[in-house]
């Protein structure tokens, strides 16, 4: 589903990445740990092709990214990847139904069509009554569940997620965390979840520790004080 090799990124003289490899299985759900500054949004940010690695390969659902143009990684990103913010990123100004279609009209998709696979996401969420309710109208798991649905909307082989509970209270979170792995039981959905929820990462599929931007070994090593676990379903 994702493949990188090699991936290393600076801003200035800061490195940040130092030749990642990492592989992203389809319908897996794996989460990514780290202290802060390891440089998790960063490496979550170059698979979803929002920022450009210096060296190394990113292919995505079968495809290698590295010579696409701005305009085509647009259109790509916009196909093939969904994006979850720690902060929901929906636009204030339009409803519920009307956020999660945006993507799709973005991708040419008639509005009537739009429309009807947006509130087809907002059922899978549970918000169907919630469709024409603009954000400040909503909970703080509401919004985040339309940000979801928003992700899902062009179907994408995989959605990106970063802190994507960090702003959630603890039963919203919970419920958050289920939905994500009953989108996959339902959708065979793939998902990549930075994360500082200690119980979130337990839950997943696959845990991969970075820390000074290398990914830790299985193994105890210097790198890593935690060694990354797997547990493959």
């Known amino acids: 589903m994702i493949r990188l090799e090699g ?29 802060s500054g ?6 979550l940010q170059i698979m979803g092709t929002l920022d450009r690695p210096d060296s190394g390969t990113v292919v995505v659902d079968g495809v290698s990214v590295a010579q696409m143009r701005e305009k085509q990684l647009a259109a790509f990103r916009n196909r093939h990847v969904g994006f979850v913010f ?53 909970s703080g798991g509401e919004k985040q569940r339309v940000a979801v649905a928003r992700a899902l909307i ?9 802190e994507p509970s960090g702003s959630l209270d603890t039963h919203n979170k919970a419920e958050l965390h289920q939905l994500f792995f009953d989108l996959r039981e339902r959708l065979g959905q793939t998902f990549v979840i930075v994360t500082h929820d200690e119980h979130l990462a337990s839950q997943t599929d696959r845990t991969i520790h970075l820390q000074d931007g290398m990914v830790c070994a299985p193994e105890p090593l210097p790198c890593c004080p935690v060694a990354a676990h797997s547990k493959l379903r």
Do not use: Y
């Open 154 to 162: 062009n179907r994408p082989a995989v959605v990106l997620a970063d």
């Open 7 to 35: 991936i290393t990124k600076s801003f200035g003289s800061l490195q940040v990445l130092r030749g990642i490899d990492l592989e992203i299985k389809r319908g897996e759900i794996a989460s990514i740990v780290g202290p």
């Open 38 to 43: 390891a440089g998790k949004t960063t490496l």
């Open 86 to 138: 720690q902060f929901h990123q929906l636009l204030p100004e339009f409803t519920a139904v009307e956020n999660v279609m945006i993507p799709a009209l973005i991708a040419g998709t008639g509005r009537q069509e739009a429309k009807a696979a947006a509130m087809q996401m907002l059922g899978l969420m549970g918000l169907s009554d919630r469709s024409g309710h603009k954000p400040g109208q909503l």
